[in-house]
């Protein structure tokens, strides 16, 4: 198969992670027969930095000529006082719209190696295995008016949070469908009791899942979901909810499992799909060569998945994080006390090293 991707390296370490999840898709693309067809261009505040624009024209007719885009990070603190429509970010919200990713799916798995990174204690994070769905293109990110007005000392500032129907239902749907290939159970997180948005969520949710018998639908309020996160991790299979609180609660998913380095994710829905780590730019430790590459890695894997189609590739790396991290390879954010950190390509060249030992 041709794998045709647009990879945008973009901000901080994000230059660092990407190039290591290229090596390694490289290597599964030689292992099992593919051919691998990269073009590379700015998104962020290096597109900022190169044409005062932090979605320029051409990255985005990249993107959607490609089969798929992977995605390092984007920000920078240099860009802090621009306007809003001049900040990195926004080009991070604008290709997401352009792509038409309504929906990101952010797995939170355990891996047993890493037993002594969780806060929490073994016993009861052991087994941990969540995809969160998170809507992607509506609620107070996206929903206008939105606006700071007044003079200092009396401003105003005003979101609007936003949601329709046809939004709701398309977002449950993918989350009932993974559900169905999983365990079987989706809790929809909402705030049922103050907003409106969150009612009507609650009563389309409900209606979709009568297409879904199969499937065990719950209810719970955004506040309290964030605590049986850290009290029953296990309990999750399907966690279903809107953008902001889904921004929220896969960050807090991350803390469980042991660090954001490992999260991944997969933006989809539309024409192409867009993969990222959930990590961010990190300016702090961006040059440094010892930022977590495995969210980069773990996310060609969810490419593999979800815009290829090709499963046993996909498991492939998968199976081939878990085994290096299991000879106990660790970079800085996974180290702690009682293992040597290795750096960013150091752990990208043991998982190439892994995928090509399984795939020949």
Not at 39 to 65: H, V
Not at 73 to 89: T, Y
Not at 169 to 186: G, H, N, P, S, Y
Not at 279 to 302: E, F, Q, T
């Amino acid at each position: 198969m041709l794998l045709k991707l647009t990879v945008l390296p973009g901000d901080g370490i994000g230059p660092e992670v990407t190039e290591q999840a290229v090596l390694v898709l490289q290597a599964v693309a030689d292992g099992f027969g593919h051919q691998l067809q990269l073009q590379t261009k700015l998104i962020g505040g290096a597109a900022l930095a190169a044409a005062n624009d932090p979605l320029p024209a051409d990255t985005i007719k990249a993107c959607l000529e490609s089969s798929a885009v992977l995605l390092g990070a984007v920000g920078s603190p240099a860009f802090d006082h621009n306007p809003g429509h001049l900040r990195p970010e926004a080009g991070l919200l604008r290709i997401r719209r352009e792509l038409g990713a309504y929906a990101n799916l952010r797995p939170a798995v355990f891996f047993p190696a890493l037993e002594d990174c969780s806060p929490l204690r073994a016993e009861l994070v052991r087994g941990t295995d969540i995809m969160i769905v998170r809507e992607l293109l509506g609620g107070a990110y996206f929903g206008s008016p939105r606006s700071i007005e007044g003079a200092p000392g009396s401003r105003v500032a005003v979101n609007t949070m936003r949601y329709g129907e046809s939004e709701i239902e398309r977002i449950a749907r993918v989350a009932f469908e993974l559900a169905m290939k999983r365990r079987r159970k989706v809790l929809s997180v909402d705030k049922a009791n103050v907003l409106e948005c969150s009612r009507l969520w609650r009563d389309v949710v409900t209606r979709v899942a009568k297409d879904y018998p199969e499937v065990k639908l719950g209810h719970q309020y955004v506040d309290s979901a964030a605590m049986l996160l850290v009290q029953r991790p296990t309990d999750f299979d399907v966690l279903l909810t809107e953008n902001m609180f889904g921004d929220i609660l896969s960050d807090q998913a991350g803390g469980v499992v042991g660090s954001l380095g490992l999260l991944a994710s997969a933006s989809v829905g539309g024409p192409v799909g867009l993969y990222e780590p959930v990590h961010g730019s990190a300016p702090d430790i961006a040059g440094k060569g010892i930022a977590n590459p495995l969210g980069a890695i773990l996310s060609v894997a969810m490419m593999l998945r979800h815009s290829f189609q090709l499963e046993a590739e996909a498991v492939c790396v998968e199976k081939a994080v878990s085994a290096v991290l299991s000879q106990g390879a660790r970079t800085a954010d996974l180290a702690g006390k009682a293992h040597a950190a290795i750096s960013t390509t150091q752990m990208g060249s043991k998982v190439v090293e892994a995928v090509k030992a399984a795939s020949h």
